[in-house]
């Protein structure tokens, strides 16, 4: 999810995506959103320049600050991200099934 940068870091969360706080559900609770949310939502605490506003908060959701860049979830872009977080989402409501 949204980290601050890491300047020395060759892999890190890419400035103005977001993508991982709008394509994942999250079925945990979030402020705000005791139920979670559906993926596709824009998490409620997604800033227009694309950080997560609860960052340092305690009640920012476990599944969040458990996730961090990853080259092959987060690809090259915006886009890819989105798209192949998207398919990761309809993967496993199939496998639901
Ligand atoms: S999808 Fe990846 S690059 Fe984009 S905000 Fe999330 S962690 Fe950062
Ligand atoms: S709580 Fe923060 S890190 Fe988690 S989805 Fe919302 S904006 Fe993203």
């Known amino acids: 999810m949204p980290e601050k940068a890491d300047p020395f870091s060759e892999h890190r969360c890419r400035p103005g995506c977001g993508a991982c706080c709008i394509a994942p559900s999250i079925s945990s609770a ?12 824009i998490c409620p605490h997604l800033t227009p320049d694309m950080l997560c506003a609860i ?43």
């Open 30 to 41: 979030i402020p705000g959103l005791p139920q979670g949310k559906a993926s596709g939502i």
């Open 55 to 97: 960052f340092d908060s305690p009640d920012r959701p476990a599944v969040c600050a458990n996730f961090s860049f990853d080259p092959l979830i987060c690809g090259n872009d915006r886009e890819e991200a989105l798209n192949i977080m998207y398919q990761i989402e309809k993967g496993s409501r199939e496998s639901q099934v």
